[in-house]
Every structure is written in structure tokens, then in C-alpha cells.
């Protein structure tokens, strides 16, 4: 069966420091990946997707980036954080039609 | 951006009753999907309807689509405190059999009072 991964469950990070979060997915080859943030009481916006190694759509521009090193790695970056980067950050794969999330990360900027 | 509107925005029922919550969309879709997030956590699945479908079962859950009205609505039936969570709907456009990206809407929060 697929899992998917997601760490750290928590972090509390200052203004101007750099940022990684990491999802995996296991069980599964070549799924799309997908990056989403969730501010409080709102719904999801989608950051990022990925359709395969080294190939991310950007949805969003701002300062984070993504990268997709192996096939079921999916990376979340950010050189230098901003108080509005604050948030739920969801990682997804999908198959067929369905998306299937992990635990996610909260993020708190002071 | 969202394309999916969800109403009520909050929805606060008693153990037992039936739950129903509104999904309107924009565009042609493919398919319309269903999602629930407990607080905190992330979000399940619950059910897919396809456009050329009008209406789904699962368990508890009845989901209705109407591409004329471009709307769909999630039934929740003796609905439990456990039912408590907020409620997404989804459309899939585009690329058949292979989504690449959901339209979120910005969901209802459900509250099943004991």
C-alpha cells in the first residue's frame, strides 16, 4: 500500500532563516506531487507540482521553491522566510484521479 | 485560485441529524471530489462523482452532481460527533484519468454536537 511522508510535523523558524521540508512517498512510481499551504480556517492553495524528476510547475510566485530529486522525494525551500510564509504546509500524490495527502507541517514565522 | 464555493461556510447540527453541504464550480469538469480534514491533519478522500454521473453512494455519504447547475452537495446521513471536521469538494479538469491539478474550494465546517 502507498504512504506518504512528511516532516518535521512542527516548526517554528525567525524571519530571514532558511527553510526544508521534505515529503516521500512510498509504494508507488512516478505519482505527481504536489505542494499546498494552508493559511488558518482557509482552504488550500496550491504552491507547487511536480509530473516527474526535476520537472516542477510553479503555481504561485513568491520566495519558496521546490525541487523533486528522486522520484518520490519532493522537496519545499525557502532561502530567506517572511512572516506570511506562516501556515499548514500539505504535501500530495495522486494516482489516477484521486490526491492523497500527508500529515503535514505547521510553519510558524516569528 | 478556487474555483469551487462551498455553503455553508459553518454548519452546526446535533448527533443523529443530516448533514448537506454545496459545491458550485465554474468550468467544465471531469470529475467532482470530496474531501474531509480533521483538524490539524490532512485530507482524506471520500468520494469521486464523474461528470457523467448524477448521483453516488458511500456509506453514509450521498454526493448529487449537477453539471447543468455546475453544482454538487454531499449528504451526510445520522451524522456522528465523529462527522466533526471541515468538508472540501474538488474539480478535476483537463486531462482525463490524470489529474495534475484539483480546483479547492474553500470548504464547510461541519460540527456534530453530542
Known amino acids: 500500500s502507498q504512504t506518504i511522508h512528511q516532516w518535521p510535523a512542527t516548526l517554528v523558524q525567525p524571519v530571514g532563516s532558511p527553510l526544508s521540508l521534505e515529503c516521500t512517498v512510498e509504494g508507488t512510481s512516478n505519482p505527481n506531487l504536489y505542494w499546498y499551504r494552508q493559511a488558518a480556517g482557509r482552504g488550500l492553495q496550491l504552491l507547487f507540482y511536480?509530473?516527474?524528476?526535476?520537472?516542477i510547475s510553479s503555481e504561485v510566485p513568491q520566495n519558496l521553491s521546490a525541487s523533486r530529486p528522486q522520484d518520490r522525494q519532493f522537496i519545499l525551500s525557502s532561502k530567506k522566510l517572511l512572516l506570511s510564509d506562516s501556515g499548514f504546509y500539505l504535501c500530495?500524490?495522486?494516482?489516477?484521479?484521486?490526491?492523497?495527502f500527508g500529515p503535514g507541517t505547521r510553519l510558524t514565522v516569528l | 485560485s478556487q474555483q469551487g464555493e462551498e455553503d455553508p461556510q459553518a454548519l452546526s447540527i446535533q448527533e443523529g441529524e443530516n448533514a448537506t453541504m454545496n459545491c458550485s464550480y465554474k468550468?467544465?469538469?471531469?470529475?467532482l471530489q470530496w474531501y474531509r480534514q480533521n483538524s490539524g491533519r490532512g485530507l482524506v478522500h471520500l468520494i469521486l462523482?464523474?461528470?457523467n454521473e448524477r448521483e453516488k453512494h458511500s456509506g453514509r455519504l450521498r454526493v448529487t452532481l449537477d453539471t447543468s447547475k455546475k453544482s454538487s452537495s454531499l449528504l451526510i446521513t445520522a451524522s456522528r460527533a465523529a462527522d466533526t471536521a471541515s468538508y472540501f469538494c474538488?474539480?478535476?479538469?483537463?486531462?482525463?484519468?490524470?489529474?495534475?491539478?484539483?480546483?479547492w474550494g474553500l470548504g464547510t465546517s461541519l460540527a456534530v454536537n453530542p
Open positions: 462523482i464523474r461528470s
Open positions: 511536480s509530473v516527474g524528476i526535476g520537472q
Open positions: 500530495a500524490w495522486s494516482g489516477v484521479d484521486t490526491q492523497y
Open positions: 474538488a474539480t478535476a479538469s483537463g486531462d482525463a484519468g490524470n489529474n495534475r491539478k484539483l480546483i
Open positions: 468550468t467544465s469538469i471531469n470529475n
